[in-house]
């Protein structure tokens, strides 16, 4: 059994203004650097394996923060943010949001990843960490869009789901048991 220790990274600007942010590669803004020396002082670093970041530089810089160089920290593009295309940087649209979230609809019209896709990359990902890292306790740095597919790989969903029901917050820490 592996021990998922899942945290989106800190507050950007882009965040605070409401952007859709996507594979767009924003840095931490100072919110979000404080965010992640206070969740530090939290985790117990001494019980985690290693650390699965994903390559964007906000996620990059929270983990660095988390670990405090004591934790190994793996650079996997599997578990980047889902591409939000021509969307990206524009404020939030939540009817498009919805869109983006309908397994049914499974919308990639603007070179947005499907939700489906999503969804199949977060499992693969989970498939990845059982077969490379059985039995470690793990500390993931991701992106919501994707924690969000990750937490619905895990606790299961089907066509019918509200993929809105669950929006994970900057540096809020979810734990999970992946058997």
């Known amino acids: 059994m592996n021990i998922l220790y899942i945290i989106r990274h800190g507050k950007t ?9 996507g594979k767009t590669d924003i840095d931490l803004n100072e919110e979000g650097i404080n965010q992640a020396k206070e969740l530090s002082q939290k985790i117990d670093i001494n ?19 988390l670990t405090r160089e ?12 889902r591409s939000f295309g ?6 939030i649209n939540f009817d498009l949001v919805a869109k983006q979230w309908d397994y049914k609809l ?3 019209y603007n070179n947005i990843e499907s939700v489906q896709d999503c969804l199949k990359r977060a499992k693969d990902f989970l498939a990845k960490i059982k077969k490379e890292y059985p039995n470690k306790t793990i500390l ?17 969903y089907d066509k019918n789901t ?13 734990e999970y048991e992946l058997n």
């Open 13 to 21: 600007d882009w965040n605070d203004k409401g952007l859709l942010q």
């Open 162 to 174: 509200d993929f809105l029901s669950f929006n994970p917050k900057n540096c809020v820490l979810y």
């Open 47 to 65: 019980k985690i394996d290693i650390c699965i970041c994903s390559p964007l530089k906000r996620t990059k810089q929270t983990a660095k923060i």
């Open 86 to 91: 021509s969307y990206e940087g524009k404020p």
């Open 70 to 81: 004591k934790v190994k920290i793996i650079y996997e593009p599997l578990i980047i943010e």
């Open 106 to 108: 499974n919308d990639s």
């Open 140 to 156: 993931i740095i991701s992106h919501g869009s994707f924690i969000k597919a990750l937490h619905f790989n895990i606790i299961g």
